[in-house]
């Protein structure tokens, strides 16, 4: 019998990536995508046309019921958040009732429909809860036992919803697992995220259709990988026979700088400092300066590994980005 999942979260990045992998391996993939005139529902009907869209949204208890009813998955993958760290500092409030207590919804949906001891969830947690003080264990990177010291209204939601989590498990027994991801970009990634910023505006300054890109901090330091290899990690957690949380992400960390630095080489540019100019407006009230993964766990137990680089991952964007901006003529 072939497995069924839920996503929420199906229209974002890790949606997309993770529905393909889930496809590939014969499950049947439901997902969850709110609003009565979602912009994203053309694209994905005819890009994805397997994936069985339900309507619902993480603030609506009852329309997740009904969409564990309708789906019956064997497991559920919940990456539905406001995910935009900036963001969550302007709506703190909505930020809290979805990112946070839209788990606790989910969670819920599965404890009333019956679900706690058939159905396998996966939470979407984030190396946001670390907030980047490196003060228990310096250049070891975080691994699962590190401290939580989390920075923006974001970190704290999904700081909530991953003890939820945890409390669920160990409360009544589901087979919840948390993922902890350090950041991971590609070409679906959003436009409002610092990387698909910078290799969409280089596409476009390379094509001329843009002269320079603003940004904010340009000194903090994030381990990016590539979002196809993480969503691989979301599916072997959930395939264990424990319950469990695991860190996910590449052990190495790189600035923005570094960022600008290849994806203009990628251009033929050597000196990206003419293009760049930072707006104070892209700047965030309290900055995680550093983050640096330490995956050793999810190496031994899962067998998980990065596959794509940093240079890989900055070549795969600015290339794809080139593609995309040459094939329209829209300035
Ligand atoms: P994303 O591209 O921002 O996608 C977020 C998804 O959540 C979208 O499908 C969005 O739907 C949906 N959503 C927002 N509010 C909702 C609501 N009220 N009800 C139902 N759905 C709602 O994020 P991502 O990069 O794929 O990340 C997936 C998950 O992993 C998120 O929870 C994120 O916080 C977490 N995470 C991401 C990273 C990373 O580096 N990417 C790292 C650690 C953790 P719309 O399209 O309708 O807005
Ligand atoms: N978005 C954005 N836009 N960030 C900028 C800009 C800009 O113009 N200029 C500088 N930055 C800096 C931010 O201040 C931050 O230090 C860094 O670039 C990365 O910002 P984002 O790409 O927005 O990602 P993030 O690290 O804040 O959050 C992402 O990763 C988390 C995991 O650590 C998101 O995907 C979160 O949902 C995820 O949990």
Redesign the pocket.
Known sequence: MAKQALITGITGQDGYHLSELLHAKGYTVYGLMRGQQNPKRGRLEQEQPFIKLVEGDLTDQSSLIRAIELAKPDEVYNLA?I????YSFKTPQLVADVTGKGTLNVLEAIRLTGGTKSIRFYQ?S???MFGGLDYNRPGKGYDEDALFHPR?P??VA?LYAHWITKNYREAYGIHASCGI?????GERRGL??????ISNAVARIHLGKQDHI?????D?K??WGYAGDYVEGMWLMLQQAKPDDYVLATGETHS?RDFLELSFKQIGIDDWKPYVKQ?PA???PS???I?LGNPAKAERVLGWKRKVDFPGLVKLMVEYDIGIESATNLV
Not at 214 to 218: K, M, S
């Open positions: 958040a995910s935009h760290v900036g979407a984030t190396s946001e923006s974001y970190g999904k991801l350090f950041n991971h970009e409002e995220f610092v990387t698909r910023k603003e940004l904010g901090n340009l903090s994030r381990d923005i707006n892209f700047m965030r900055e995680v300066d983050l």
